[in-house]
């Protein structure tokens, strides 16, 4: 059974500091990975979106890797500004099409 | 990518009655997932519903609880029946982006609260 996890579980940063962001994994057998940020009350938003057999995937100032084999990503935030103050969630889809998600990273940044 | 909205935004409900919720995206799609977010928690998948065929529900969910219909590949609706307060939480619908990467989309989700 698939199971992820998120750490730390709450980050809170000042303006224009670089960070990162770490997801775990049990099983290997993904399909994708995909990153995605929820502001409080809202849905989702995607940030990224990994393949199995892809290595990273950047959008300005987000990167985020994948380690198939160890079973872990980061996502890394360089710059951090207000705005980047939300929950970031980190979703795993494994067999069946089903996704897992963690129980995510809530991130403030201050001023 | 794909847009889906969902309605209602929020609703507060009695104990005992029933909610649907609607879902319609801007594109056809194949899969489309129903996840519940309790209080300060993460997202479970609660269903799977394909354009026709049966939901597919995942543990700890059953049909009579949460019915499912999916009439055709842009609408889906979620019931959440007889209510109690426990069932208090958002409810999202998302979808799958229709190409090989299985990307997933969200709507804006539904805020429901059971007095």
């Known amino acids: 059974k698939q199971e992820v996890t998120q750490i730390p579980a709450a980050l809170s940063v000042p303006e224009g500091e670089n960070l990162v962001l770490n997801c775990s994994f049990t099983?290997?057998?993904?399909?994708?990975l995909q990153w995605f940020r929820q502001d409080p009350g809202k849905g989702l938003t995607s940030l990224l979106l990994?393949?199995?057999?892809?290595r990273e995937q950047t959008s300005g100032r987000l990167n985020a890797s994948l380690d198939k084999s160890s079973g872990r990503s980061t996502l890394y935030i360089a710059a951090s500004q207000p705005g980047d103050s939300a929950t970031y969630l980190c979703?795993?889809?494994?067999?069946?099409?089903?996704?897992?998600f963690g129980a995510g990273t809530r991130l403030f940044v201050k001023a | 990518s794909a847009v889906i909205s969902q309605k209602p935004s929020r609703d507060i409900c009695q104990r005992g009655t029933s909610l649907t919720i609607q879902c319609q995206v801007d594109?056809?799609?194949?899969?489309m997932f129903w996840y519940r977010q309790q209080p300060g928690q993460s997202l479970t998948l609660i269903a799977t519903?394909?354009?026709?065929?049966?939901?597919?529900?995942e543990s700890g969910f059953v049909i009579d609880k949460f019915p499912i219909s999916r009439p055709n590949l842009t609408f889906s609706t979620l019931t959440v029946s007889n209510m109690s307060p426990e069932d208090s939480s958002i409810y999202l619908c998302?979808?799958?982006?229709?190409?090989?990467?299985?990307?997933?989309?969200f709507g804006p989700g539904t805020r429901l609260t059971v007095t």
């Open positions: 998302s979808v799958d982006g229709g190409t090989q990467s299985y990307e997933q989309y």
């Open positions: 099983d290997s057998a993904i399909y994708n």
């Open positions: 990994i393949q199995s057999s892809q």
């Open positions: 979703a795993v889809m494994s067999g069946g099409f089903k996704t897992i």
């Open positions: 594109s056809q799609v194949t899969m």
């Open positions: 519903a394909n354009q026709g065929s049966e939901a597919t529900y």
